[in-house]
Every structure is written in C-alpha cells, then in structure tokens.
T-cell receptor, first 115, second 114 residues
Framework: AQSVAQPEDQVNVAEGNPLTVKCTYS??????LFWYVQYPNRGLQFLLK??????LVKGSYGFEAEFNKSQTSFHLKKPSALVSDSALYFC?????????????FGTGTRLQVFP | GAGVSQSPRYKVAKRGQDVALRCDPI?????LFWYQQALGQGPEFLTY????????KSGLPSDRFFAERPEGSVSTLKIQRTQQEDSAVYLC????????????FGEGSRLTVL
C-alpha cells in the first residue's frame, strides 16, 4: 500500500533561515508525490507536485521539494523562511489507480517560524 | 463560485442524530472527494466521485456513512446515528479532471458529537 511518513510533528525555525520539512514515502511503482499547506481555519492548499522529470520541483510561495529515489524522500524546502509560512504542512502520495486524484496524506508537520 | 464551499462550517449533534454535510465544488470540476480529518491527524480518504458516479467508497468507516452527488455537482455526506468517534473535520475537495494532481479543498465542516 502507498504511504508517506512525516517524522517530525513540529519544526521551529527563525525567520530568514532555511527550512526543511521531511517526508519519506513507500510506494509500489512510480511515486506521484505532493505537498499541501493548511493555514489556520483555511482549507488545504496545493503547494507542489512531483510526477516525473527533474528531481527539484518548484512550487508556490517560494517553496521547493527535492525528490530522492535512493532515500525514498521528498523533503520540502525554502531558502529563507517567513513568519507567514507558519502553518501545517502535509506530504501526500497518489493512491493507485493513477488515473484518479485520490491522495494518501501524512500526519502533518507544524512549521513555526519565529521573528 | 470561486472556491469549494462547505456547509455547515460547524455542527454539534447529539449522539444518535443524523447529520448531512454539503459540498459545493468549483463549477466544472469532474472529481469530488470527501476526507475525514481527526484532531492532530492528516486527512483520511472517505470516498470519491467522478461526475455523479461514486467510483470509490473504500474509506467510508461504516454503513452509517453515505455520500451522493446526484447531478454531478453538489455532494452531500450523510452520517446516520452519529457516534462520538465521528467527531472530526470533514473536508471536501474537487479537481478539474480525474488526474490533474491538484485538489482544491473547502474549509471543512467541523462535526462535534456529544
């Protein structure tokens, strides 16, 4: 079965510093991987996806993610964190069959950016 | 509308009551999903529609849960004889076609069963 794991419940980082939110995956076949963000009292918002191609994927709000097949990881990164990036981040993997958008989500990582 | 709309935003039910949660997806979106998000957890898949057809209901936790999308647009998630363990946020999401990879989520309906 497809699954993703987010090993950190919370990540704290100072504003202006680089941030990384970790995600590892377990899939059969080629992975289709996603990052979503959830701001307080808001719906989840799509950030970026990896389907195929370049291992470094760029997304919304300056975020990017690096797909690493050998480490089965898809970590979310940003070079310089903003206080407004503070939110709940979810990694997700598409569940087969691949002709649907059914996603399996991780448990989430809370990012706290301090001024 | 501009986004996915869900109602009610908050619902308090007594154990044993039936509830109905509504989702109005983005106009023209073919796919519609329902997810359940318990406190401190990630969203858990419940069911999926492609237009009016319910193609996957493998995530519905019991036969007390029922979803429909009769005209391929608005969807309703119904929970019969609610139990305390049904307390959660119920999220609706839609996508333009069946495999864009990008879901648009509503703000959710928070159900509290007393």
């Amino acid at each position: 079965a497809q699954s993703v794991a987010q090993p950190e419940d919370q990540v704290n980082v100072a504003e202006g510093n680089p941030l990384t939110v970790k995600c590892t995956y377990s899939v059969s076949g080629n992975p289709y991987l996603f990052w979503y963000v959830q701001y307080p009292n808001r719906g989840l918002q799509f950030l970026l996806k990896y389907i195929t191609g370049d291992n470094l994927v760029k997304g919304s709000y300056g975020f990017e993610a690096e797909f690493n097949k050998s480490q089965t990881s898809f970590h979310l990164k940003k070079p310089s964190a903003l206080v407004s990036d503070s939110a709940l981040y979810f990694c997700a993997v598409r569940d087969p069959p691949y002709n649907t958008d059914k996603l399996i989500f991780g448990t989430g990582t809370r990012l706290q950016v301090f001024p | 509308g501009a986004g996915v709309s869900q109602s009610p935003r908050y619902k308090v039910a007594k154990r044993g009551q039936d509830v109905a949660l509504r989702c109005d997806p983005i106009s023209g979106h073919v796919s519609l999903f329902w997810y359940q998000q318990a406190l401190g957890q990630g969203p858990e898949f419940l069911t999926y529609f492609q237009n009016e057809a319910q193609l996957d209901k493998s995530g519905l936790p019991s036969d007390r849960f029922f979803a429909e999308r009769p005209e391929g647009s608005v969807s309703t998630l119904k929970i019969q004889r609610t139990q305390q363990e049904d307390s959660a946020v119920y999220l609706c999401a839609s996508s333009l076609t069946e495999n864009t990879g990008e879901l648009f989520f509503g703000e959710g309906s928070r159900l509290t069963v007393l």
